[in-house]
């Protein structure tokens, strides 16, 4: 089944909107041909650039993902930023669960479902993030952790798989993210695979058709052999998503065509 590729660019707590609008205008002319490209691509910045960014996409091809959500549309929540606000900014994709949310700010499986089922409520679309930590891995339970984040995160979606095509799911194991260890295509691949199977057993056919992206240290030197993996879409992508140079190499490696 093809699935258009799809690399997006976390940019974490990095940039101010001056610099993010700097860092957008870098990118778009580090990928001239990025409309003809074959490869769908957004960034991430933090909550307070958003309009500075989309101010510098202006009609340019690249969407806007946010970095995270709260999954009420409104209310007494100080700090916090709803789907249709979101929307409103001109986001397209959030990213839900990320392992620096799930680790550093609490975020369950409970809450990245609620986090998911807003975002598909509000008619943007969720990149799921999954991963286990190094322990999970080494004590052998990698596919265990993914399988129950997965499911977590899209058990509000129904057997008629209503929303489940505006669902990107990235892989990212956390023992790779910003570590600058990555994960072999190997072993990207065959969790990758499982989560295809997963996916497909739930929904079918439209389980089939979801992103898969990988995510953790991808890198110039690496993307091209990640993204050469059957199950493998694309890439999440922090540290070098900040350098546009490094970020059109790898969209570059997940383009057939021109990018
Ligand atoms: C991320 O933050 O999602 C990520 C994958 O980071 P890095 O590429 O820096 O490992």
Redo the contacts with the bound molecule.
Sequence with gaps: MARRPFVCG?W?MHGTPSEARKLVRQILDALPNLSESTTEVAVAPAACALDAAREAIADGPLALAAQNVHPDPSGAFTGEISVPMLADLGVRYV?VG???RRSLFGDSDALVRAKVDAVLAGGLSAIL?VGESLRERDGGFTLNVVRRQLAAGLEGIGRSGAGLDRVVV?Y?PVW????GRTATPEQAQEVHADIRAQLAERWGDPGLAVRLQY????KPSNAADLFAQPDVDG???????LKASDFAQIVAAASPGPA
Excluded: F, M, P, W
């Design positions: 976390n974490k990213i990320h392992s620096e993030c990235a990212e790779a993210i910003g570590t995510g953790g240290s991808v890439g999440l992508v922090g540290g070098a998503s």
